[in-house]
């Protein structure tokens, strides 16, 4: 396997986009206080975050039959560093208080597309 730096370096010699970005897979944990006491404090945590220019995309996931929500959240940091993104879902109240327990990735946007229409008269916003 390739050292992640060189990948992201041979990415962007074939002309890839190489955007870097943080995956945060966040479970709820049995250990910790019941996620319902900590969500307002985890959201003003995601809204700060989201100001800062830091959050990209959060959001729950469903099991993996797509039918159920398990409880489990994906959290998409911006960061210069994996130790930066790592210091972000630690002062996630979440995770400070043991509500939820997570893993962290780097993930290197190569491909895809996005559309974003925003309605000025209709004050709408649809992300496709």
């Known amino acids: 396997m390739p050292k992640w730096e060189e990948y992201k370096a041979h990415a962007r010699e074939r002309g890839a986009l190489a955007l870097e970005l943080f995956v945060v897979e966040s479970t709820p944990s049995?250990?910790?206080?019941?996620v319902p006491d900590v969500l307002p404090d985890h959201l003003a945590?995601?809204?700060?975050?989201?100001?800062?220019g830091n959050l990209a995309f959060a959001g729950p996931l469903s099991d993996l039959s797509g039918d159920l929500m398990e409880g489990t959240g994906m959290i998409v940091y911006r960061a210069?560093?994996?130790d930066e993104a790592r210091a972000m879902a630690d002062g996630d109240p979440m995770h400070k208080t043991g509500a939820r327990t997570y893993t962290i990735r780097r993930w290197l946007i190569n491909e895809g597309s996005l559309s974003l229409s925003v309605g000025l008269s209709t004050k709408s916003v649809t992300l496709r």
């Open 45 to 52: 945590y995601q809204r700060d975050m989201e100001i800062a």
């Open 30 to 34: 049995a250990d910790g206080p019941p």
């Open 80 to 82: 210069e560093s994996l």
